[in-house]
């Protein structure tokens, strides 16, 4: 257990609509990352971050943005949510050497 | 880049039969190699890793053999149970990077 949580588990949402999703760790770890999970498409990286005030984006980053203000909390909003970011959200965090990565519950979300 | 391909599902087994989940990858340097395993409404758990080649990773029953030759860490498990049944994702890790890969995900139901 890594000591990762995420806020809420469950949301139902209106289109165009702002969303903040919250994952919140307990190990101080440097990195953490969110993906979401979409059948037929596994797990797609959103955005990560290696520290306090500095994060990336990954591989489906448009509609989303993040921020991390503190260590153990990494924020992801989608600024006006669409039907297409209805998905399971899920929040990770980096271990260094050899980088495993463990993973929260998730948060599923609908965008009606 | 890096990427991962892992053998497409669904895969059924009886109880007692022997697994094999197919892993293959594309990595430039010496990536590390990792499965996960989802239950249903559940995150990603680590299952096994291996970080060099020729490292066997294991646990549960569970087993992968980093292959660099063949650039390969297929899943195996001889005698798979009901409680087995899951989604199973292979994922690298780039040692450039605190990034990381997966898979698309093999579902695997194990009917007694």
């Known amino acids: 257990d890594a000591g990762i949580t995420q806020s809420p588990r469950h949301k139902v949402t209106e289109t165009g609509t702002p969303v903040t999703l919250r994952c919140h760790q307990t190990e101080n770890h440097r990195y953490m990352y969110w993906y979401r999970q979409d059948p037929g498409h596994g797990l797609r990286l959103i955005h990560y971050?290696?520290?306090?005030?500095?994060?990336d984006k990954g591989e489906v980053s448009d509609g989303y943005s993040v921020s991390r203000s503190k260590t153990e909390d990494f924020l992801l909003t989608l600024e006006s949510a669409t039907s297409s970011q209805t998905s399971v959200y899920f929040c990770?965090?980096?271990?260094?050497?050899?980088?495993?990565?463990?993973f929260g519950p998730g948060t599923r979300l609908t965008v009606t | 880049g890096d990427s991962v391909t892992q053998m497409e599902g669904p895969v059924t087994l009886s109880e007692e039969a022997f697994l094999t989940i197919n892993c293959t990858y594309t990595a430039t340097g010496y990536p590390s190699l990792f499965w996960y395993v989802q239950y249903p409404g559940e995150g990603l758990q680590l299952l096994l890793k291996?970080?060099?080649?020729?490292d066997k990773g294991s646990n549960k029953g569970f087993e992968a053999t980093y292959r660099k030759e063949t650039t390969s860490f297929h899943l195996e498990k001889g005698s798979v149970q009901v409680s087995d049944s899951a989604v199973y994702f292979c994922a690298l890790s780039s040692n450039t990077g605190n990034q990381f890969y997966f898979g698309t995900g093999t579902s695997l139901t194990v009917i007694p």
């Open positions: 990770a965090i980096g271990k260094d050497r050899p980088y495993e990565q463990y």
């Open positions: 291996a970080t060099k080649a020729d």
């Open positions: 971050s290696y520290g306090v005030k500095d994060t």
